[in-house]
């Protein structure tokens, strides 16, 4: 029989009809405060049923829980469903039935009819509470025009619902806020600040918004339901090629270069936060908190990071503003975000994977992220310079917009020349090369710069084409010892004894003797007398001194 679970609970003798009744209520406290979930789910967390009592219940309905293979959705189903018929609406693949120790979070209800046969049985009802056993795991679930179909993911500010609108018969994703709270709040006026940043974007890679308000004090927004899954889930279960993640990029580029161009900064880019629908279009998702340059905004914003609290993902964010070296996240700022997303979708983990948060925030802060073809050897050369590009720790030698990114992209699936050159040795170049303009007359620094930038490009070149480049290293090497030199001549020791030490990872024989001789000296001058004299003895012991 189809009895509804509030009434099967009793009639099985596992609660009293006081306790259903109080779980009702608390169903009932908790949905006025924009949280909704299913009978079932609130008498586990109360401890008067296990999962697998709820499930054996369920069974006494004619329904059962199953969980999509895939993305993990639960859903309601009808007994022992057709597998072509009952498939995930999010992702379409398979419904399995459910481990033994699978927490209840059902999203959908797949069954026929059966809310049609719950309110039948709520009109033959002899009293308000049994009534309330029968119907209520279905009635609270309106939230104004809404019904509430389940859960889909939960933040640190509010919970997104799959729910049916029913005047307009179509599905929306409503996102409330996670508790109510004083109009004056900072969560609220994020909150707020979310639906007035997408309001503005009108993109079709940019997930719309359609209805913003407030419902018996609990704020809320209604947007565009995306059944699919987010780009971490989807890469390795629909088995996406490099090409196929680059077209997706580009569109992902072209979305924040649109809503940076409206001055919205998104701040928290990351794999979960790009969904990818059956046809494999993707959609930029939850900007709640998006940064708005342009209006009244600005200084709202301003207010609410005056605390100097670190907004966003870490292993997504860019490593200038972990370290307090821009004054918020800005455009350049999500160009790194956008990268680091593509390099894990390429790689498999994040540009800096640490265990956790400190030792994350400690490595992009302090370090470059390893080269992506260094953890997944089949990435394209050039492909790979463009993701290396994006995810350049100095943002100077970064893409300047999501604009840039995607061209390169572009130009990358049409086989055409890219304009990303970042390599492990151009990365170490960049930082050594400006060091002579530090203090070497202008004459020294223009020769200098363009021999070594020679050099650095020919050897860029030699490893493209997987030779053995070591004559160009001991030239590189050898322009960067001279560089050294000029800098210990114009007073600068300390960017002469970093540049030398880079040097010595090139050079041998009487070139390294020299360079060591050299730091020896950088290092005296700046009271690292123990250090200098290890140079010296190293020096010996390899070669007669210049």
Aim: proline share 3%; aromatic share 6%; charged share 25%.
């Amino acid at each position: 029989m189809n009895h509804a679970l509030g009434d099967l609970v009793v009639a099985n003798g596992l609660a009293d009809a006081d306790v259903v009744t109080k779980a009702i209520e608390r169903q009932k406290a908790q949905a006025r405060a924009g949280v909704f979930k299913r009978l079932g789910e609130i008498l586990v967390e109360e401890g008067v049923l296990k999962p697998e009592q709820v499930m054996k219940l369920l069974t006494l309905q004619g329904k059962e829980i199953r969980v999509c293979s895939v993305c993990f959705a639960q859903y309601n189903v009808d007994q022992n469903p057709d597998p072509e018929k009952t498939r995930c609406a999010r992702c379409g693949h398979a419904l399995v039935l459910p481990g033994k120790n699978e927490a209840l979070q059902v999203e959908d209800d797949l069954s026929t009819g059966s809310g049609a046969r719950t309110l039948e049985l709520a009109s033959q009802a002899s009293s308000e509470s049994e009534r309330l056993r029968i119907v209520g795991d279905l009635s609270l679930r309106r939230f104004g025009p809404y019904e509430i179909l389940g859960e889909v993911s939960r933040g640190g500010m509010g919970i997104v619902y799959k729910a049916r609108q029913a005047d307009l018969e179509r599905f929306i994703a409503l996102k409330v806020l996670l508790a109510p709270a004083a109009s004056g709040d900072d969560s609220v006026k994020r909150f707020r600040r979310e639906a007035r940043a997408v309001s503005r974007l009108r993109h079709p890679n940019i997930v719309a918004i359609h209805d913003v308000g407030v419902i018996e004090g609990v704020n809320y927004f209604s947007m565009d339901y995306v059944e699919g899954l987010t780009l971490d889930q989807a890469v390795p279960t629909e088995s996406l090629t490099h090409r196929e993640l680059a077209e997706v990029f580009v569109k992902v580029c072209d979305a924040v270069q649109y809503a940076h161009q409206q001055g919205v900064v998104h701040r928290d880019l990351k794999p979960r936060n790009i969904l990818l629908d059956k046809r494999r279009q993707p959609t930029v998702i939850d900007f709640g908190i998006a940064r708005i340059h342009k209006g009244e905004e600005s200084s709202e914003h301003g207010a609410l990071t005056k605390s100097g609290e670190i907004l966003g993902s870490p292993a997504y964010l860019a490593p200038e503003y972990i370290t307090g070296d821009v004054p918020d996240y800005d455009p350049v700022c999500d160009v790194w975000s956008l990268g680091a997303c593509l390099y894990s979708a390429l790689s498999g983990r994040a540009p800096h994977a640490e265990a956790d948060t400190i030792r994350i925030i400690r490595s992009a802060a302090t370090a470059e992220a390893p080269d992506v073809r260094s953890i997944a050897r089949s990435v394209d050369r050039d492909l790979a310079r463009i993701v290396m590009t994006a995810v350049e720790r100095d943002r100077k030698n970064r893409y300047r917009t999501a604009g840039e990114l995607g061209l390169d992209l572009r130009r990358w699936l049409d086989g055409e020349q890219i304009a990303g050159r970042s390599t492990p040795l151009a990365r170490w170049w960049q930082r050594v090369r400006l060091k002579v303009a530090l203090g070497a007359g202008l004459m020294a620094s223009v020769a200098l710069i363009w021999s070594t930038g020679y050099y650095s490009y020919r050897l860029v070149e030699a490893q493209d084409a997987d030779s053995a480049p070591d004559l160009l290293r001991e030239r590189l090497g050898a322009q960067s010892v001279r560089l050294g030199e000029v800098l210990l001549q114009t007073g600068d020791a300390k960017s002469a004894e970093q540049v030398l030490s880079d040097a010595l990872g090139l050079i041998r024989g009487a070139r390294r003797v020299q360079a060591l001789y050299l730091r020896a000296k950088a290092r005296r001058a700046l009271g690292k007398t123990a250090a200098a004299d290890g140079d010296e003895r190293e020096a010996a012991a390899t070669g007669k001194a210049p």
